[in-house]
C-alpha cells in the first residue's frame, strides 16, 4: 500500500458524505412529487399515464422513497467502517510497512558505508605503503 492508495481512500470516504447529501436531495424531491400524486396534484411523473400507471408510478415512487431511506443510513454506515479501518488497520500498517522499509534501507546502506570505508582505509594505507618504498634523500 502506497501514500496514493491511502490518499484515495480517504478522498472516496469523504466522497460518501457528497453521495449522501445527493441521495437526501433526491429523497426529499421524491417525497415531494409523492405527496402531489398521493393528493392528486399534476405532476411530471404521471402526466402521460392512466390512473392505473399513476398508481405503479406511486408505488415505484414510494420504493425509490423506502431504498433511499436505507441508503442514507448505509452511507453513514459504511463511513464509519471506513474510518474506523483507516485509524485501526490501514494507517497503522502503512506505518509499519514504511518504518520497517525505512530501517532496512538505513541498515543496507550502514553496510554499505563500512564497506566504502574499509576500502578508503585500505587505499590509504596502499599510499602510506607507497611513500615508505619511496627513498627521498633529505
Known amino acids: 500500500m502506497d501514500m496514493r492508495a491511502l490518499c484515495e481512500c480517504v478522498l472516496r470516504k469523504e466522497a460518501l458524505e457528497s453521495m449522501k447529501l445527493k441521495a437526501m436531495s433526491k429523497l426529499k424531491d421524491d417525497r415531494s412529487t409523492a405527496e402531489k400524486m398521493s393528493a392528486g396534484k399534476m405532476t411530471m411523473k404521471g402526466l402521460f399515464k392512466s390512473k392505473s400507471g ?10 425509490d422513497i423506502s431504498q433511499g431511506e436505507r441508503d442514507i443510513i ?3 454506515v459504511i463511513r464509519t467502517f471506513l474510518t474506523i479501518y483507516m485509524a485501526e488497520v490501514a494507517v497503522p500498517y502503512w506505518k509499519d510497512m514504511k518504518m520497517k522499509n525505512y530501517v532496512r534501507v538505513m541498515g543496507e546502506f550502514a553496510s554499505e558505508e563500512i564497506s566504502n570505508s574499509v576500502k578508503h582505509q585500505e587505499c590509504w ?14
Open 54 to 63: 399513476k398508481e405503479e408510478a406511486a408505488q415505484a415512487l414510494l420504493a
Open 125 to 138: 594505507n596502499d599510499f602510506v605503503n607507497s611513500i615508505a618504498k619511496v627513498k627521498i634523500k633529505k
Open 74 to 76: 448505509n452511507y453513514d
